[in-house]
């Protein structure tokens, strides 16, 4: 065990392993709330764990919002917990600030937004084809959500498919040490733009720095953006409660930390995804009481040519379930939690049968203790960048070509922005998308192989079967109550929502203007796909969100998006 | 399938809205055509403002003060979740010359009535504690409101609707039906609504709607952005901008305009104004305009420099060649009343406009003179 280091929680010392994140630190200090809301007072702590959903912030060192599911201890870090906005401007006056120095443009290529399984493959493709290439992304080390680690799990012992990231790590560190690869962590992007009028540069915006308070920029003549999916979850009665995450989360504090979110672990949602969170967690020493699976799994014969196609799946799936046997958890299929309990934290779940369109079949109800509620009903693509730039979305995924360029010339997509299936796809389509942007740019580069556009075609067959097994069905909407908070952010209820739903909002912008669901920080990430999927019946089918920000941006660095003429008047 | 309505108003904005609610409190049978759903264009993208602060006397004056006195009943009536709010308004100047200029404008407004009071600069701090230093003064306008213009809207249509009105969402008009010179019905996606009375609130889509009949009438977009931070403690006051905002909407540049305006809301947002450029109804973003409203916000109030902006929105203000809304009948077209081209100042003349409508539908001597804001007058321009 390395030496654990010291940093100072709220005014008390606190020995913490190095490298780990501050929210996997409060987690091993048996804390799993740290923040209270601005308008209930309610606790909250890590809800998605990969930097979507800001619950889980902290200030550190004197930065407010800082978040706790990606920030990484540090030794001596002074971290302070926030009640609602956490914002500490009123007390530090208007004379303590000064803005950080913005990073200078670079030119390259090719720029890689994520540095996920499909970033790092396009970001390793298009340098061996030639292409400088700049890498942005928001986590401090590459490797994304699905490869997420940290020096506790350097071994990749929670990974899969860990011998593929070392060699493609391998590939893209030999690329930096050639100078073809430039690898900026800790950005977070918040605009892409196409290149104006004559011009031919990309400008990909990024704040960055320590504190989140520098502005970053890159300038680029092709553009592939992998920034992945995040946790599809479903509100329910005290789905707010500290120790309720994202299966996500409990994944990604494993992978980064090497912490397992709790003792009494209930994994529950629908997807071939619980399997490995449910097995990751039960090997880490947690007691998985239960995995509830919504959909039926069984209903994937009804595809066999699909499964043929994919054959490679089975075994992985019979394995997690091999192990989760092995450490006796059982699996339920067509259950779910509806409901979560607790004073302050999660106590309590409860557990229920569903019929096919998931209402609960009424005398199935129990109630489980757990301290954990790990939740994943799918994925959802953070598209934002891609659809402020132009790009023609189908649905909740860009649409992209054969060589994976969207409808934007120069701006390719490729991973979960094109539509959730793993990372095998992932990886297929960042090759296919970095020889593209490769060629775009003038290099020589042959076409991708025909196995790989096959292997790409296979697995989006796939994954549609998945997803149509594993689709979420209208029953959900009774699982919350009018006094269930829906949008966590703005703390916005149901109730509410068809208060404004009777006034005559009929799709989600008309809701979010009367009753403010999605106006808060994540920008409707979490709630707005529920939203949506609750707004169903009604009329209208939603717009695709317009969120022009992809990330919070100080206004010091906004405001160097004015230009020279910006110091003029008042 | 035709129904019959003694008037039908084309706009669930805030002024189809206000106009919607006169009409059934002063018993007719109304219904409400709009293509979108209730506050889905410039309403929605508003910031809510019933500011008397920056007109100059005359006519729009005399409208914004009966609006003003309708909003304080409104208020009451529509309860806190319109979230009335008379905050007050405060104007900044940076320099002497902006100072004289701005307390001449005051001068002039407090003689037509206007409460204004000069407020030196070593007591902006009491009203605005975050507010930068070195400026060299401003004037308060206690008289300035703010309200959650969707809200409003919203609840201004339910009360309608609890009168009988008829709420057609979703029912894009596309036709004005007309026998022997005078208005018989409007056509829309679902159907004709047969009636004689026609309210144009199709705000800065009102050209159109008078386009249907044939009838030009110069409604045009004035793009604007709206930068909004993270929800934040209590830092701002008041409705704060600066003393060139007033000469900008004045203005008849097509070309960008930008000033400072800044307010905090109920829900703890900041909001950051307010550009004006005519570039028709361009959707794309413009971060060069978003950086600038950054970059004077942070100049005005240092702390916000910090904060962190979450989105930002754009909106376009209905408006005509001389600023001025248009109110009342076209004499080219019996039956059919205007009630559009309110410009920035849609919410707070909202419930004077829609006061007035009902007035004149009803037949009534109206309780301000009406001809400044004639559609009349842009004909009488024409030929001048």
Not at chain 1, 288 to 301: L, T
Not at chain 2, 261 to 266: D, L, S
Not at chain 2, 299 to 304: K, S, T
Not at chain 2, 339 to 366: F, K, N, S, Y
Request: aromatic share 6%.
């Amino acid at each position: 065990m390395p030496e654990p280091i010291s940093v100072t929680v709220d005014g008390a010392d606190w020995l913490v392993p190095p490298g780990i994140t501050i929210a996997a630190a409060f987690t091993t200090r048996g804390q799993p709330g740290w923040r209270r809301t601005r308008l209930r007072g309610e606790p909250r702590g890590l809800s998605c764990g990969i930097g979507v959903c800001f619950d889980c912030l902290v200030t550190v060192n004197g930065t407010p919002g800082v978040r706790a599911c990606l920030a990484e201890v540090r030794p001596g870090d002074v971290i302070s917990t926030e009640t609602g906005s956490g914002f500490a401007g009123s007390a530090a006056g208007p004379a303590a600030w000064e803005p950080e120095a913005s990073v200078a443009a670079e030119r390259c290529d090719v720029a890689v937004v994520g540095a996920g399984p499909a970033g790092l493959t396009a970001a390793v493709t298009a340098a061996d084809a030639g292409c400088t290439v700049q890498v942005l992304d928001l986590g401090e080390r590459p490797g994304g959500q699905f490869w997420r680690w940290g020096p506790a799990t350097a071994d990749g012992r929670f990974h899969h498919g860990w011998a593929a990231f070392t060699a493609l790590r391998h590939r893209f560190d030999a690329h930096q040490a050639g100078g073809r690869i430039v690898c900026r962590p800790g950005h977070a992007v918040f605009q892409v733009q196409p290149p104006a009028g004559n011009e031919s540069w990309f400008r990909v915006q990024a704040v960055a720095g320590d504190r989140e308070r520098a502005y970053a920029w890159v300038l680029a003549r092709a553009v592939v953006v992998a920034t992945g999916a995040y946790d599809l979850q479903l509100p329910v009665p005290g789905w707010t409660l500290p120790g309720v995450m994202a299966a996500g989360a409990a994944q990604a504090l494993l992978k980064s930390s090497a912490v397992t979110a709790g003792r009494r672990v209930v994994v529950a949602g629908a997807g071939p995804f619980l399997l490995p969170v449910a097995a990751g967690l039960a090997q880490a020493g947690a007691r998985v009481v239960a995995v509830a699976e919504a959909g039926q799994p069984a209903d994937y014969v009804r595809h066999p040519a699909a499964l043929a196609a994919s054959w490679r799946k089975l075994p992985e799936a019979a394995g997690y379930l091999a192990r989760l046997t092995r450490h006796r958890v059982p699996v339920l299929r067509r259950h779910a939690v509806i409901a979560a309990a607790g004073d302050g934290r999660l106590e309590s779940v409860t557990l229920a049968r569903l019929d096919r369109d998931w209402r609960p079949v009424p005398g199935t109800e129990r109630t489980m203790a757990a301290d954990v509620l790990a939740a994943g009903y799918g994925f959802v693509p953070q598209v934002e960048l891609l659809a402020e730039a132009g790009a023609r979305l189908a649905g909740q995924a860009a649409v992209a070509g054969a060589d994976q360029q969207t409808t934007v010339p120069g701006l390719f997509a490729a991973g979960e922005t094109t539509g959730v299936g793993g990372s095998d796809l992932a990886r297929a389509e960042g090759e296919i998308a970095g020889r593209a942007a490769a060629r775009l740019v003038g290099r020589a580069v042959a076409p991708p192989a025909r196995t790989v556009v096959r292997e790409r075609a296979a697995l989006r067959q796939f994954a549609a079967v998945m997803q149509a097994v594993h689709a979420v069905r209208p029953g959900w909407a009774d699982w919350p109550g009018d006094d269930t908070v829906v949008c966590r952010c703005e703390e916005v209820t149901l109730g509410r929502m068809r208060a404004a739903a009777g006034l005559g909002a009929d799709d989600a912008r008309s809701i979010k203007l009367l009753a403010r669901p999605g106006m808060g920080w994540c920008q409707g990430r979490i709630c707005g796909p529920p939203v949506a999927s609750l707004l169903a019946s009604g009329l209208t089918p939603a717009e695709s969100p317009s969120r022009p920000l992809a990330q919070p941006v100080p206004l010091s660095v906004l405001a160097q998006l004015a230009g020279p003429d910006s110091a003029s008047k008042m | 399938m035709s129904q019959s309505f003694d008037a039908v108003v084309i706009g669930a904005g805030i002024v189809g809205a206000a106009c919607a609610y006169y009409l059934t409190r002063a018993g007719l049978r109304v219904a409400v055509a709009e293509r979108g759903t209730v506050a889905s264009g410039t309403t929605g993208a508003g910031e809510g403002n019933i500011l008397i602060s920056d007109k100059q006397p005359g006519p729009e004056l005399e409208l914004t003060r009966l609006s003003q006195r309708l909003w304080r009943e409104l208020g009451d009536e529509l309860g806190p979740e319109a979230e009335l709010d008379p905050k007050g308004g405060l104007v900044v100047a940076a320099g002497p010359a902006e100072l004289s200029g701005l307390e001449q404008f005051a001068a002039s407004q407090a003689e037509a009535g206007v409460r204004a009071q000069a407020v030196p600069p070593g007591e902006l701090p009491e009203l605005e504690p975050h507010l930068a230093r070195g400026l060299a003064g401003g004037v308060f306008y206690p008289e300035d409101m703010q309200v959650q213009p969707m809200m409003a809207a919203a609840l201004l249509l339910h009360r309608a609707a609890e009168r009988g009105a008829e709420l057609r969402f979703r029912h894009e008009v596309t036709g004005l039906e007309t026998a022997a010179g005078r208005v018989t019905g409007v056509r829309t996606s679902a159907g004709l609504l047969s009636t004689e009375l026609v309210v144009n609130a199709a705000g800065t889509w009102a050209g159109e709607v008078a386009g249907l009949a044939g009838l030009p009438l110069p409604v045009l977009p004035r793009r604007g952005f709206i930068v909004v931070t993270e929800a934040l403690p209590v830092l701002i006051r008041h409705k704060v901008y600066t003393a060139d905002y007033v000469a900008n909407v004045a203005s008849g540049s097509a070309g960008l305009e930008v000033s400072t305006v800044i307010e905090g809301t109920a829900s703890g947002t900041v909001l950051i104004g307010a550009s004006r450029e005519r570039v028709g109804f361009d959707r794309s973003s413009s971060l060069r305009i978003v950086g600038l409203l950054a970059a004077q916000a942070a100049r005005l109030f240092p702390v916000l420099a910090q904060a962190r902006a979450i989105r930002f929105y754009r909106g376009f203000r209905p408006y005509c060649p001389d600023h001025l809304p248009v109110i009342g009948a076209d004499d080219r077209l019996a039956g059919l009343l205007h009630a559009c081209g309110h410009e920035g100042a849609g919410v707070g003349l909202a419930p004077a406009t829609g006061h007035l409508i009902a007035q004149l539908a009803a037949g009534q001597e109206p309780s301000l003179p009406v001809a400044p804001f004639s559609p009349a007058r842009f004909a009488e321009a024409a030929r001048a």
